[in-house]
Nanobody
Framework: EVQLVESGGGSVQAGGPLRLSCVTS????????MGWFRQAPGKEREGVAA????????YYAGSVKGRFTSSRDDAKNTVYLLLNSLQPEDTAIYYC?????????????????WGQGTQVTVSS
């Protein structure tokens, strides 16, 4: 069973940073592409960031590019999402996701595996 466990969400004022973490098993970490999604109240879920496990290349949604940074720690089987310059419109539940296919993860936004989500609330 694939398990993705997120942490690091919380409440922050606009402009403040947060760092989200997603830890999984070594097998999942090595065999899947990892990404982050979010869903705001009343809105559709959207892809936020993804990172390739082979090259380390990063992909970002236009709405977060330049503000959010994805990274990975192979020794800890963990991916991170650093959220900078947060705005109230970034308020959402953030989900870690994984899939062996990058196409499914990022372009189709239909990854096979999801974490439970962590709430990020940004106040103005």
């Amino acid at each position: 069973e694939v398990q993705l466990v997120e942490s690091g969400g919380g409440s922050v004022q606009a402009g403040g940073p947060l760092r989200l973490s997603c830890v999984t098993s070594e097998e999942t970490f090595k065999n899947n592409y990892m990404g982050w999604f979010r869903q705001a109240p009343g809105k559709e879920r959207e892809g936020v960031a993804a990172i390739l496990h082979n090259s380390g290349n990063e992909y970002y949604a236009g709405s977060v590019k330049g503000r959010f940074t994805s990274s990975r720690d192979d020794a800890k089987n963990t991916v991170y999402l650093l959220l900078n310059s947060l705005q109230p419109e970034d308020t959402a539940i953030y989900y870690c996701a994984a899939d062996p296919s990058f196409r499914k993860l990022w372009f189709l936004e239909r990854p096979a595996h999801w974490g439970q989500g962590t709430q990020v609330t940004v106040s103005s």
